[in-house]
């Protein structure tokens, strides 16, 4: 089946700095990327969507400028979270879809980010 | 814009008994639905899905679920569940856009 490996599985980092959270197709080829958060014992919220080579489209009250979204290639997405505060601190699942099947997403392992 | 509702935060279980986890959903359009199954600290694996066809779809680990329009769900099914079954499970739906929608989620524990 598809796989999608998400790096890294957990990060921990100081208030203030950028983490960079790498998300890959590493079999077939990632026409859209999408970028969720979990808090605990929640569901998963969809952050933004992103096509390669064109710029991510944000969810409503998804700060683009903190969390910036890049698809350069068709295997590749990555997700910064930039000046990261404790508030950050969350479960972030990628997923993609081909466009062969457009319908169904194959989701990451996921990173915990914790910041301090 | 579609929404998906799970009508059980939690549904415990015995090993080899059968379970069946709710899912409604509500939308003004055709729909795609799926069951994702999440294990700790993990991410999401496809249980399966409805895209059009036979409302009865079967998945992977003996899992199947009913797709019933005139009632907008979408309920899964295991005859018989193992220990390795404990997990989350969501419910989600999709239109065009392709976006999903998640449900609560349904914490599913299996006792022996």
């Known amino acids: 089946g598809a796989v999608v490996s998400q790096h890294p599985s957990w990060v921990i980092c100081k208030s203030g700095t950028s983490v960079k959270i790498e998300c890959r197709s590493l079999d077939f080829q990632a026409t859209t990327m999408f970028w969720y958060r979990q808090f605990p014992k929640q ?3 969809l952050m933004a969507t992103s096509n390669e080579g064109s710029k991510a489209t944000y969810e409503q009250g998804v700060e683009k400028d903190k969390f ?3 698809h350069a290639s068709l295997t590749l997405s990555t997700l910064t979270v930039t000046s990261a505060h404790p508030e950050d601190s969350s479960f972030y699942i990628c997923s993609a879809s081909s466009g062969s099947a457009k319908n169904i997403q194959y989701f990451g392992a996921g990173t915990r980010l914790s910041v301090l | 814009a579609q929404s998906v509702t799970q009508l059980d935060s939690q549904v415990p279980v015995f090993e080899e008994a059968p379970v069946e986890l709710r899912c409604n959903y509500s939308s ?3 729909v795609y639905l799926f069951w994702y199954v999440q294990y700790p600290n993990q991410g999401l694996q ?11 779809v079967k998945g992977i680990n003996g ?4 797709f019933n329009k005139s009632q907008t769900s979408f309920h899964l099914r295991k005859p018989s569940v193992h220990i390795s079954d404990t997990a989350e499970y969501f419910c989600a739906v999709s239109a065009d856009d392709y976006k999903l929608s998640f449900g609560a989620g349904t914490t599913v524990t299996v006792r022996a």
């Open chain 2, 63 to 66: 899992f199947e679920a009913e």
């Open chain 2, 46 to 56: 496809l249980l399966l899905k409805y895209l059009s066809g036979s409302t009865l």
């Open chain 1, 43 to 45: 569901s998963l919220m």
């Open chain 1, 68 to 70: 910036l979204i890049n």
């Open chain 2, 28 to 30: 003004s359009v055709s």
